[in-house]
T-cell receptor
Framework: DAKTTQPTSMDCAEGRAANLPCNHS???????VYWYRQIHSQGPQYIIH???NNETNEMASLIITEDRKSSTLILPHATLRDTAVYYC????????????FGAGTRLAVHP | DTEVTQTPKHLVMGMTNKKSLKCEQH?????MYWYKQKAKKPPELMFV???????INESVPSRFSPECPNSSLLNLHLHALQPEDSALYLC??????????????FGEGSWLTVV
């Protein structure tokens, strides 16, 4: 699986959009980009995933560059409850393929 | 809300004890996983079961023994653990189909303290 690079930490004001970047320059054509988050002392929570096209769900939007070498997770209106570690992971979809976590980005949302 | 249920939420055990962590899911998933997470570190994969058979063992010490009695249940048997094994143990599950999207869903974890 390809490796990812994320900033160690980020801050965001409550109510503003949080834009979390991820670099995955060695991503393969059959690898998806997945985003999970982990709020303190809880299990990782699935947010969104995508292959080529931008994706949106009730939690977030995922913007993938045309060359697929980077992506951005957007939380449109961050709340204090969005404070968490956010993990960007690339993996081949299908079967029981591994989900390998990197260090992630610690997002702090402040009033 | 997660549909992967782990018990117990907290466990304290001595180094000579034998205990088990349990995981259950009713989403019809046929792949189940155990992860270990130390404080302030990302989760690390330990085992993967596919259709009730062990598919991946990430070189985990034998004092950790997984078991998948049926498609809904996954156990992790613990014996002769060391204090450094204290961690959050996470169970997860997913479909095991080719090209399925195959999102992995996690439970809330079991906090293990070895004394």
């Amino acid at each position: 699986d390809a490796k990812t690079t994320q900033p160690t930490s980020m801050d965001c004001a409550e109510g503003r959009a949080a834009n979390l970047p991820c670099n995955h320059s060695t991503i393969s054509g059959n690898e998806y980009v997945y985003w999970y988050r982990q709020i303190h002392s809880q299990g990782p929570q699935y947010i969104i995933h995508g292959l080529k096209n931008n994706e949106t769900n009730e939690m977030a939007s995922l913007i993938i560059t045309e060359d697929r070498k980077s992506s951005t997770l957007i939380l449109p209106h961050a709340t204090l409850r969005d404070t968490a570690v956010y993990y960007c992971i690339v993996r081949v979809s299908g079967g029981y393929n591994k989900l390998i976590f990197g260090a992630g980005t610690r997002l702090a949302v402040h009033p | 809300d997660t549909e992967v249920t782990q018990t117990p939420k907290h466990l304290v055990m001595g180094m000579t004890n034998k205990k088990s962590l349990k995981c259950e899911q009713h989403m019809g998933h046929r792949a189940m996983y155990w992860y270990k997470q130390k404080a302030k570190k990302p989760p690390e994969l330990m085992f993967v079961y596919s259709y009730e058979k062990l598919s991946i063992n990430e070189s985990v010490p034998s004092r950790f023994s997984p078991e998948c009695p049926n498609s809904s249940l996954l156990n992790l048997h613990l014996h002769a653990l060391q204090p450094e094994d204290s961690a959050l143990y996470l169970c997860a599950s997913s479909q095991d189909l080719p090209n399925s999207g195959n999102t992995i869903y996690f439970g809330e974890g079991s906090w293990l303290t070895v004394v």
